[in-house]
């Protein structure tokens, strides 16, 4: 890959430095994300600048690059990193107004400073992202609850204090945290890190002795914002200094703000201190999209195309019916799955048709996850937090024998397992306790909310790995 007759020239990256061919990484990205992506997205992308450590790649538009950064980037990343190891990052510089990156062009520290940092993958969000908003959040019944506490956060500080937003994958926190970060940094200073990255720079602190600055840092913000907090289960050290943090910020009357994956109380492997702590204010959640959610959404994100592109859409109303219909388990995936079908329709230029569509994405909607009665059982467990061998025994106790039901109900609607088979793998139950146990789980989802909630975060659980 150093062969250096390959170099292209391109005057933006110093010889010495150069050791990326984008040539190459071209010719990857095809064979790697397929020709359709490839034409309309990938392609563009051109290469500005090259560090040891990350990329600067020039893009047409800011609209082009959260499409790329959304969609494509830890792909991207990993291929990168077979062309050069130590890359860990890449930023975009948007080119507006050139074309395309014309070689005459020098690029100068000012345009530098003006570049969008994306962080590696792993690390990522320590900054707000400008395009996670409040205006471009779209309210339906199963987020209106987190919506509206995350604007009265914004309206008067402190009011619930930590506010905590739970949900499954994909269904719109970091965009809602992100959200308050934009309005708030308007008129205070606010901290926004995952909870990762929290313990990354932890560590880090540790090891080059520094935890007095680490402290100082995290607790100088008036709104101090946490992403993901579940990242903290079963990690003492960090869960020590994540409640003196949380502590001396709500000595004085600092904002907290925390996303999680699940109920606090649910935090398995978290103190009990912290628990409480964390469910001290405000808990809501926001819990998976109805139909009319996804279609609003699939019906902004149409329009924001359109703008963008200047064209009209060639999606008819069936198709985004059908889209809505089909993508079921979050947001981020039916963002995906419009994505693909937009990107077909523009290269074909013609108007889709439902069995367009269901070519266009039989991978995604043909790929159904094979759900095994082992995994409903692991996962129900799990999630109320009890052990396998409690859950699966023969005793009859209520906080046992609910979870026993709740597992035996999915492993009824979600596998194609027979009653009888499900009941020898529940301990050799009988399969009229199964059948039991699917009416009375079918009862109470029906009429009991917290019921309801948790099978459709455990299904959500299922449906993610
Ligand atoms: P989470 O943090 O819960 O996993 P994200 O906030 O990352 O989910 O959301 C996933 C994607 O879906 C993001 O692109 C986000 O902008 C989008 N999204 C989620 N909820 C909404 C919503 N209500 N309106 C518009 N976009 C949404
Ligand atoms: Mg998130």
New binding site residues.
């Given amino acids: 890959m150093e062969k250096k007759s390959l170099k292209p020239k391109n005057i933006f990256v110093s010889e010495e430095e150069k050791i990326v061919v984008w040539a190459d990484v071209q010719v990857s990205f095809e064979k790697n994300f397929g020709t359709e992506i490839h034409q309309s997205w990938l392609k563009n992308i051109t290469l500005i600048k090259e560090f040891n450590d990350y990329l600067i790649l020039g893009v047409p538009t800011r609209f082009f690059r959260d499409w790329i950064v ?1 969609r494509y980037l830890d792909k991207m990343l990993s291929q990168l990193k077979t062309f050069k190891n130590s890359i860990n990052r890449v930023e975009f510089k948007i080119l507006e107004d050139h074309k395309s990156v014309s070689t005459n062009d020098t690029l100068k520290i000012d345009d530098l400073n003006k570049v969008t940092e994306i962080k590696d993958s792993l690390m990522n969000y320590n900054r707000l992202n400008p ?2 908003n409040f205006d ?5 019944s199963s ?1 209106e609850i987190a ?1 509206s506490s995350s604007k009265k956060i914004c309206e008067q500080i402190s009011r619930y204090n930590p506010l905590y937003i739970y ?12 959200a308050i970060g934009i309005e708030l940094e308007k008129q205070t200073n606010v901290m926004f890190i995952s909870a990762e990255r929290f313990m990354y720079h932890f560590i880090k602190s540790i090891k080059k002795n520094d935890m007095v600055n680490f402290k100082d840092f995290f607790r100088k913000s008036s709104v101090f914002i946490i ?2 907090i579940q990242f903290i289960r079963g990690k003492e050290g960090l869960q020590e200094e994540f409640f003196h943090t949380f502590n001396s910020l709500i000595d004085k009357s600092a904002q907290i703000i925390i ?1 999680a ?1 699940r109920a606090p109380m649910k935090l398995d492997r978290v103190q009990e201190r912290i628990k409480s702590r964390l469910a001290g204010g405000l808990v809501v959640d ?1 819990d998976i ?1 109805d139909l009319e ?1 996804k279609t ?2 699939i019906k ?1 994100r149409l329009e924001d195309i359109q703008n963008q592109f200047k064209e009209s859409s060639n999606i008819s109303d069936e198709v985004i019916n059908f889209i809505a219909n089909e993508s079921k388990t ?3 995936e ?2 995906g799955v419009l994505n693909r079908v937009v990107t077909f329709s523009r290269i074909h230029k013609k108007d889709l048709t439902i069995s367009d569509c269901k070519n266009i994405l039989k991978d995604v909607f043909n790929q159904a996850k094979i759900i095994t009665v082992d995994k409903i059982q692991n996962t129900v467990s799990n999630y109320f937090n009890i052990p396998l061998t409690e859950m699966l025994s023969q005793r009859r106790s209520r906080p046992l024998a609910r979870p026993r039901q709740v597992a035996m109900y999915l492993a009824k609607k979600m596998t194609t397992r027979s009653l009888p088979e499900i009941g020898r793998r529940f301990a050799n139950r009988d399969h009229t306790t199964v059948i039991h146990a699917v009416k009375t789980i079918t009862r109470l989802s029906e009429k009991d909310d917290e019921m309801k909630k948790n099978i459709n975060q455990i299904k959500s659980l299922l449906l993610e790995e």
């Fill in positions: 959304s395009n996670l471009n959040f779209i309210s339906g987020n919506l949900g499954g994958v994909g269904l719109g926190k970091t965009h809602l945290l992100n992403d993901d996303s994956d926001i999209p959610l609003k959404i902004k979050n947001i981020r039916l963002i």
